[in-house]
Nanobody, 117 residues
Framework: QVQLVESGGGLVQPGGSLRLSCAGSGFIFSNYVMRWYRQAPGKKRELVAGITSAGGSTNYADSVKGRFTISRDNAKNTVYLQMNSLKPEDTAVYYC??????????WGKGTLVTVSS
């Protein structure tokens, strides 16, 4: 059974940091591109960051470049999102995605990040 379980969300003040984790199981984690998406209230889900299967290449949404860092540990079947200099507009539910093809991809249930003073 495929599972992606996110953790690390919570309430943080503007300018603060959080690290999200996503643990995968039930599939060959190291074969998949891993991505973080987010969805703010009333908005469409958007891609935040992605990392290739071996971790050699990453990409980021313009809104998070220089503040967020995606990484992965294939030995632990885990992908991370380090979020620094958080802003209120970063408030959203963050979802982990494992992508193989347009027909084979998996999603976690999400973790809520709230940036507020």
């Amino acid at each position: 059974q495929v599972q992606l379980v996110e953790s690390g969300g919570g309430l943080v003040q503007p300018g603060g940091s959080l690290r999200l984790s996503c643990a995968g199981s039930g599939f060959i984690f190291s074969n998949y591109v891993m991505r973080w998406y987010r969805q703010a209230p009333g908005k469409k889900r958007e891609l935040v960051a992605g990392i290739t299967s071996a971790g050699g290449s990453t990409n980021y949404a313009d809104s998070v470049k220089g503040r967020f860092t995606i990484s992965r540990d294939n030995a632990k079947n885990t992908v991370y999102l380090q979020m620094n200099s958080l802003k209120p507009e970063d408030t959203a539910v963050y979802y982990c995605n494992a992508y193989w093809s347009d027909y084979i991809d998996y999603w976690g249930k999400g973790t809520l990040v709230t940036v507020s003073s």
